[in-house]
């Protein structure tokens, strides 16, 4: 182990899951941690942490980190049928469909049954700076719907959706691209959300596209394609998120 990043201690009751404890911390959402956890990117005590493991009050949680220069960052349009991550028997998913270079893992999810833009990287300091929703970082979704759009429909998307009795959608900017199909930006990322927002008013999605992650954008990002993401594009990126 070279160059390992301790994480601060934080005062908290123990033992604790090591993905609460990374969470807690700041440095990944409970999803993200398990992310780096099963890309054996966390250590605790010097030891590869395995999922479920806890920490105690004097246990040192490490996380290799890379030299600036090696971090890598891609964009990958995700195919309809393939799962982001946790495959289950007779699927597959983005690392059995495309060859990710060593330590690439995806940021954020799609569901199986959607397709368009996944951040690919090495640099665990994206996770929670992208996914957590107290940053307001803008997602875009095409959707084509099973039935004509009405100006009603969308009012209601925009002025946000209850999804459960503990949840509300933060406000949505929606616009109609065509008769059947919404472009829709949200800075949320619960699971199947705009699925689930669009079937609350009786509406069902026939086709979702994730077109935009922040000032990133898939334009013609074929299918199961990826694109190194460099330059002027890749700085505004990392700036927008803070590093």
Do not use: W
Request: with cysteine.
């Amino acid at each position: 182990m070279k160059k390992n990043t301790p994480i601060k201690e934080i005062k908290k009751d123990f033992p604790v899951r090591i993905n609460k404890y990374l969470a807690d911390k700041g440095f990944s959402t409970r999803r993200g941690g398990d992310e780096l956890i099963k890309k054996g990117l966390v250590y605790i005590n010097g030891k590869i942490a395995v999922l479920g493991d806890s920490v105690n009050e004097h246990d040192i949680v490490t996380i290799p980190k890379p030299k600036k220069s090696s971090y890598t960052y891609y964009l990958y349009h995700k195919p309809v049928g393939i799962v982001t991550v946790g495959r289950g028997p007779g699927e597959k998913e983005i690392k059995d469909v495309t060859k990710l270079p060593e330590g690439v893992f995806p940021i954020g999810r799609l569901d199986k049954d959607s397709h368009g833009l996944i951040i690919l990287t090495n640099d665990g300091r994206v996770t929670d700076r992208l996914l957590n929703p107290k940053y307001d970082h803008e997602k875009e979704y095409r959707v084509i719907l099973d039935k004509p759009v009405t100006h009603e429909f969308m009012i209601r998307l925009r002025n946000g959706v209850s999804l459960g009795k503990n949840f509300k959608t933060k406000k949505a900017d929606v616009r109609r691209f065509n008769s059947h199909t919404i472009d829709i930006v949200i800075t949320e990322g619960k699971n199947r959300q705009v699925r689930r927002m669009c079937a609350s008013f009786n509406y069902a999605v026939e086709d979702l596209c994730r077109i935009r992650i922040m000032n990133l954008e898939l334009e013609k990002l074929g299918s199961n394609s990826l694109k190194k993401l460099t330059g002027e594009t890749l700085q505004i990126f990392l700036k927008s998120i803070g590093l």
